[in-house]
T-cell receptor
Framework: EDQVTQSPEALRLQEGESSSLNCSYTVSGLRGLFWYRQDPGKGPEFLFTLYSAGEEKEKERLKATLTKKESFLHITAPKPEDSATYLCAATQGGSEKLVFGKGTKLTVNP | KAGVTQTPRYLIKTRGQQVTLSCSPISGHRSVSWYQQTPGQGLQFLFEYFSETQRNKGNFPGRFSGRQFSNSRSEMNVSTLELGDSALYLC?????????????FGSGTQLSVL
């Protein structure tokens, strides 16, 4: 069964303290690996799509990377406004369904 | 450009009732997907519609159904509500279908079943 597992479930950082969120997937024939951000009371907001191992994408303080078994979302010098739940999702080859992980709730304290 | 609009924002129903949720996608988007989000299970795929046709369906019972209209607006219906149906129901739209499209989500409908 296709699975996407995110760790840790929750992460507390001090402002400026860099860290990484992990997303492990057991999707055969990965077509795409997605990262979304979700704020309380809102729907997820798209961040990145990665398609092949070795690919990297950056946006402001966020950088997403992809290997054959996992993806990392690196957060450099985070600010309180980066506090949110970060969701990872994957699409399998031959399927059009997105499988989501349960998310990592990030809290950045000033 | 207006985002994805879901109505109503909150709903309270009792067991056994049925409910209809509405979703208006971003103008020009032809694909609409529905997801159920709960603290325990996270986001789970319900179904996807593209050009009024159901393209994919998740592992939910037949009590969950949906449809899409010619203007791409979509509705989902849950019949014979159960306590476990309490969740945030999210609608997402995209330009096309195929599983690799960037999804734009609405803010969801929070359904409480008493």
């Amino acid at each position: 069964e296709d699975q996407v597992t995110q760790s840790p479930e929750a992460l507390r950082l001090q402002e400026g303290e860099s860290s990484s969120l992990n997303c492990s997937y057991t999707v055969s024939g990965l077509r795409g690996l997605f990262w979304y951000r979700q704020d309380p009371g809102k729907g997820p907001e798209f961040l990145f799509t990665l398609y092949s191992a070795g690919e990297e994408k950056e946006k402001e303080r966020l950088k997403a990377t992809l290997t054959k078994k996992e993806s990392f979302l690196h957060i450099t010098a985070p600010k309180p406004e980066d506090s949110a739940t970060y969701l990872c999702a994957a699409t399998q080859g031959g399927s059009e369904k997105l499988v989501f992980g349960k998310g990592t709730k990030l809290t950045v304290n000033p | 450009k207006a985002g994805v609009t879901q109505t109503p924002r909150y709903l309270i129903k009792t067991r056994g009732q049925q409910v209809t949720l509405s979703c208006s996608p971003i103008s020009g988007h032809r694909s609409v997907s529905w997801y159920q989000q709960t603290p325990g299970q996270g986001l789970q795929f319900l179904f996807e519609y593209f050009s009024e046709t159901q393209r994919n369906k998740g592992n939910f019972p037949g009590r969950f159904s949906g449809r899409q209209f010619s203007n791409s607006r979509s509705e989902m219906n849950v019949s014979t509500l159960e306590l476990g149906d309490s969740a945030l129901y999210l609608c997402a739209s995209s330009l096309s279908t195929g599983g690799n499209e960037k999804l734009f989500f609405g803010s969801g409908t929070q359904l409480s079943v008493l």
